[in-house]
């Protein structure tokens, strides 16, 4: 029986909701609106704009390109960064809709606002070119208004476009070594409309940004909150502008009042200030928000806007931990990329909500965003919830470009420090990621690269001085930023995960202050192992736990797991349980993030089990909870859970008889072992001993179907989990035929397994062959999801493997391959 993900209360879980419906409203403006609907999409270029907008003759085979409906968000590589046999699209796509544009405000503002498009973006009202964008994740602004009012003179709004505004965008993300991120990265780089576009109205006298600075004492005991107000160029210097603001408490009461004016002025301009006493502090626990109400002008012609800020106070203690609001807080992370199985970086809304209420549930308190900015709805989830944030331009891999590059890269830095400004989340601001790999221009200078990153340290400082800068793994810049992670891969890339705690604390003597992100390993999700640890008798200890260049390849070089291992889910719980529980013992720590949350696609990791899937998150793509998932909520919640370690292993294997393990990943203070239906004892967990924090058994299996079931006490509460799969004694050759079978069908979608077996028909339980699933007739396999059950390509997990597909009964045929194996053949 599969339990629930967060075995919690009912109203803890409608808390959750409310939260997170909270958190992700946006801080918008007067009247926006999705453009969600109604679009076109052609892959590829145009010959010029007039082919988006030119009159289309009905059925006629010449009215070329073909255009096909989408909606948005909406990514050129929704399946193709997943395709096992094709490189990922890079190069330009175009989309278009039409507008029905009614501005409310006499003399007021159209404007088209992107949350982020990929990677540089043009726009066009009919032909007429009316902005451009360099960068796919900071949010900007196009102002349509002049470009709106002039085509509406037109004869062809009238009788071509009946009264509506075209609307043509160009998206790009051709290969260019000028522009960051690298194509190096370990990432796709996605093209498209993949965040929200909206349409936006604004009064004549508006404000384009609002920047609120909340702060508080180390003790908490007196807050104090600045303001202050960016015109847009369009409102001229030295207008005078009535400014109201209210400042309301978490429960809506107002705490503080100001009414005055201000006069309009390149940069940001300065409100007014408040102090409040005893503030209602902001951190994980309690991630309490206070509204700053902010009114610009009079009467109707009047722009409003929200924002939601949050006190606290923040300290990297040098050579120590981290503090907020004076108390030490171990941060407890993990990674988050914008990426999902079906829509690549196109995620909507309601996903986004779902991954981040998952990592919540985990027991997550720190994220660090991987590589670049994410959407608003991310970073106002982040503060409704309570997960602190490191957040980074996309200076990711390659070395150093030139002008142009550089100019990006603080612009980009400029925008995601003035965008994100306000949020209460936000701890560190990243200059960028591995910057000492090498290998997209003929020169790599390590001065030239320190002399760049010092410049963005200080823009950092200079935009705002309230928060901290970090890198990741460039160790001859390392005194640059404030905070800095060296590269540690304790029994993945390098060495022995009983290394972790001693190479940790030789890097933390190097710097001033520390922060441990990435770390972790690959496993493939339904992969389950006996004997996990076989590959670390290859590996002698102390010889370090750093990456270096070619660890990610599965073939050449030393011994190492991520070469040796088998991928197995097994593995990466005992490699997790031993990092999480050596973390429970190292007081100096400030935090460390596991690499990453959700398996992502990468165009650099073609021959993974799952191709060009980086394999390393604690749930799949989609995202299904691996095993491992269920390790971290055992060390980091406290509502009562427990999970017997094995829920996607339904064939076990070894001698009659023989002990096997059993272990219970739960954070309750104690748990009962049942294997059918006997007691085999209570347990009181005990986090150091390794695994599972002592909630483990050696137990016999009966040959066959067993069922082993747990139950776990905290206090006076009790939770329960059971599992049930069969034993198998038989030993087995070499893999020599192979089976598909139909093994359910719901919900309009038909699943096949295939299996492998040797020569006398014993499955193959260790078999990890590649398999490609193939479809002939009516129907459509769901694959190119970047998933163990939804790729169809994938190495066995076990001996077996899944996919689903959509069937016509009588007219759709399945077929399973291997290499140097029949061909299995399924008629549905």
Partial sequence: ???????????????????????????????????????????????????????????????????????????????????????????????RTQLAVQNPYAGGRTLLHFEGAGQKTEVYIHTTKVGSHVGGYDEWTVDITEAVADFQKTEAYQKQFKGKIPLSIRCDNSRDLEMIPSDLSDFNIYGGLYRYLNLTYEPALYAERLMAHAVTDAAGKTGALSLK????????????????????????????????????????????????????????????????????????????????????????????????????????????????????????????????????????????LGHYQQSRIVLNLCDSLGIVVWEEIPWCRGGLGGPVYQAQAKRMMTHMVQQHYNHPAVIIWGLGNENDWPNDFPEFDKQKIRAFMTDLNDLAHQLDASRYTAIRRCDFAKDIPDVYSPS?????????????????????????????????????????????????AKIAAGQGADERSGDASLFGGSARVSKDGDWSETYLCNLVDWHLKEQETMPWLSGAAYWPFKDFSTPVRPDNPVPYMNQKGVVERDFTPKEAYYVFQSYWTTVPMAHIYGHSWPVRWGEESELKLVKVYSNCERAELFVNGKSYGLK?????????????????????????????????????????????????????????????????????????????????????????????????????????????????????????????????????????????????
């Avoid at 006629?60 to 255009?67: A, G, M, Q």
């Avoid at 705690?501 to 520390?514: C, G, P, S």
């Avoid at 137990?699 to 206090?715: D, E, L, M, S, W």
């Avoid at 087995?732 to 139909?742: F, G, S």
Wanted: charged share 20%.
């Fill in 488 to 536: 540690i891969w304790a029994g993945w890339y390098r060495g022995i995960y009983t290394d972790y705690k001693a190479v940790t604390e030789e890097e933390f003597k190097q710097v001033k202050r520390f922060l441990h992100v990435e770390w972790g390993g690959d496993s493939h999700a339904g992969r389950h192992s006996e004997n996990p640890d076989n590959a670390l």
């Fill in 229 to 368: 107000i960016a015109f847009p160029a369009i409102v001229p210097a030295g207008t005078a502008a009535p400014v109201t603001v209210r400042l309301l408490d978490p429960r809506g009461k107002a705490v503080g009042q100001y009414r005055g004016s201000v006069r309009a002025a390149a940069g940001e301009v300065a409100v007014t200030d408040f102090t409040v006493k005893k503030p209602q502090l902001w951190s994980p626990e309690a991630p309490r928000q206070y509204a700053v109400e902010v009114t610009v002008g009079e009467g109707k012609q009047a722009w409003h806007q929200t924002a939601l800020v949050g006190f606290r106070h923040i300290e990297f203690v040098e050579k120590g931990p981290f503090k907020l609001n004076g108390q030490r807080l171990l941060l407890r992370g993990t990674h988050r990329h914008e990426d999902h199985a079906g829509v690549a970086a196109a995620m909507t809304e309601p996903m986004i909500r779902q991954e981040m209420r998952l990592m919540k549930q985990m027991g997550v308190n720190f994220i660090r």
């Fill in 1 to 95: 029986m599969r339990k629930p993900l967060f075995p919690c209360q009912f109203l803890q879980c409608l808390l959750l909701l409310v939260v997170c419906c909270l958190g992700s409203r946006p801080a918008s403006a007067q009247q926006q609106t999705r453009l969600n609907t109604g679009w076109e999409y052609v892959r590829g270029d145009l010959g010029g704009i007039w082919e988006a907008v030119r009159p289309a003759v009905a059925g006629s085979p010449e009215t070329v390109p073909l255009w096909t409906p989408v909606t948005l968000p909406h990514c050129f590589n929704a399946l193709d960064a997943v395709d096992p046999d094709v490189n990922y699209y890079q190069g330009p796509g175009w989309y």
């Fill in 684 to 828: 009181t967990r005990a986090s150091q001993d390794f695994p599972a924090a002592g909630l483990h058994w050696r137990v016999p299996f009966a040959t066959g179907a067993n069922q082993v079931r747990v139950v776990a006490y905290q206090g006076k509460q009790r939770v329960e989990d059971q599992i049930s799969f069969r034993y198998q004694t038989e030993k087995w050759t070499a893999p020599a035929r192979l089976t598909l079978t139909k093994t359910a069908d719901a919900n309009g979608l038909v699943t096949v397994e295939a299996q492998l077996f040797d020569a006398q028909g014993v499955p193959c339980l260790d078999a990890a062959n590649w398999l490609r699933f193939s479809l002939a007739g009516e129907g459509r396999l769901h694959d190119d999801l970047g998933t163990s059950s939804g790729s169809s390509k994938v190495q066995a997990y076990n001996g077996r493997a899944i996919i689903r597909l959509e069937a016509t009964p009588g007219q759709t045929t399945v077929a399973v391959q291997s290499p140097g194996l029949p061909t299995a053949v399924l008629a549905l």
